[in-house]
């Protein structure tokens, strides 16, 4: 979409538009370690051969969903929320997620037990 000059007048309206604007965070991630995103626990579950398998599962009863993420493919997981493998060494992968202004991402490590 096209940058368009705005009148002055209208200015004060731009932070309405809010609900289109996206979020990026860049996390570095182990095997075993998770992200919520809202209700969905995103784990990294095995690295190797350039791909990073990751599950996702939405209630600790539910059977967790199996994704594989190759170095610079985009894959929607959930809620809008889209993650790219940036880089991946033999124990770790940089992951990037760009969401809505109004999904929360936490790390696992950062939540009471």
């Known amino acids: 979409m096209p940058l368009v000059a705005l009148p002055h007048r ?3 309206t ?3 538009l809010r609900s289109e604007a996206r979020l990026m965070l860049v996390l570095t991630r182990n095997v075993g ?3 919520l995103i809202e ?3 995103f784990t990294i579950i095995t690295l190797g051969n350039g791909v990073a398998d990751a599950s996702l599962r939405k209630a600790k009863s539910e059977r967790p ?8 493919e985009t ?3 959930c809620y809008g929320v889209t993650v ?12 990037g997620f760009e969401f809505p202004q109004d999904i ?4 696992s490590e950062l939540l009471d037990d």
Do not use: A, W
Not at 65 to 72: A, G, Q, T
Not at 84 to 95: I, P
Not at 104 to 107: A, F, Q
């Open 10 to 12: 209208f200015k004060r």
């Open 14 to 16: 731009l932070p309405l």
């Open 33 to 35: 370690t998770s992200v």
């Open 39 to 41: 209700d969905v626990t």
């Open 65 to 72: 969903k199996v994704i594989s993420l190759i170095r610079d």
């Open 75 to 77: 894959v929607e997981i």
């Open 84 to 95: 790219v493998l940036v880089r991946m060494t033999e124990n770790s992968v940089r992951l």
């Open 104 to 107: 929360n991402i936490t790390r």
